[in-house]
């Protein structure tokens, strides 16, 4: 079993559709990452979390530390937001990456 | 402010040959990485540095090494290059601290071996 299991892996969404991504994770951490990598692209992160909610814009992050899961929800979801978006686990030195969610939304 | 510079952005090498991936940040970062990024898999570790003079292995060291001599530097040398390190390549780095920072990632080095 993987360290960082992402669901969906495939998602397609029409525009202004609500969107939700899911991380479970089973080791132990100090943070949880977001991350978004466009197409050919780079990877930026969207958001770093240990405990609670975390919002920028129309993306929300939050996490269950008992319960050693994740999600990530964009609300009003647009072509733009078309992206893969990778959950990553660690302690203070080293991360652990999840396969991914490849995200279509078409308009 | 740059943030993490990767060089080059593309490369084919030839079975055999050996070449050095670039990779430089600007940001005063202790934490440094490389990471492979295979079609349909996680970004998988190759090597890390925590600090300059300080390296460490990963998931997947073999047929790789990394010097970290600065903390601004962190080449990644691929030696006797392999069809199986066809690959796109990711330097990233990010403070050190009790809750370490944000990551940054450099735009990648998509490297092919023929």
């Known amino acids: 079993k993987n360290e960082v299991e992402q669901s969906p892996q495939n998602l397609t969404a029409q525009e202004g559709e609500f969107i939700t991504i899911n991380c479970s994770y089973s080791?132990?951490?100090?943070?949880l990452h977001w991350l978004q990598q466009h197409p050919g692209g780079g990877i930026v992160s969207l958001f770093m979390?240990?405990?609670g909610k975390k919002k920028h814009g129309r993306l929300i992050a939050t996490i269950n530390i008992q319960e050693k899961h994740s999600s990530l929800h964009i609300t009003a979801s647009h072509p733009r937001d078309s992206a893969v978006y990778i959950c990553?686990?660690?302690?203070?030195?080293?991360?652990?990456f999840g396969k991914g969610t490849k995200l279509t939304v078409n308009p | 402010n740059a943030g993490v510079t990767q060089t080059p952005k593309f490369r084919i090498l030839k079975i055999g040959q050996s070449m050095t991936l670039q990779c430089a940040q600007d940001?005063?970062?202790?934490?440094m990485y490389w990471y492979r990024q295979d079609p349909g898999m996680g970004l998988k570790l190759i090597y890390y540095?925590?600090?300059?003079?300080?390296?460490d292995k990963g998931e997947v060291p073999n047929g790789y090494n990394v010097s970290r001599s600065t903390t601004e530097d962190f080449p990644l040398r691929l030696e006797l290059a392999a069809p199986s390190q066809t690959s796109v390549y990711f330097c990233?780095?990010?403070?050190?601290?009790?809750?370490?920072?944000?990551?940054?990632f450099g735009e990648g080095s998509r490297l092919t071996v023929l």
């Open positions: 990233a780095s990010r403070n050190r601290g009790f809750s370490p920072g944000e990551l940054f």
């Open positions: 080791v132990g951490i100090s943070a």
């Open positions: 979390l240990s405990s």
């Open positions: 990553a686990v660690g302690g203070s030195e080293k991360l652990v």
């Open positions: 940001m005063n970062h202790n934490y």
């Open positions: 540095s925590v600090g300059a003079g300080i390296t």
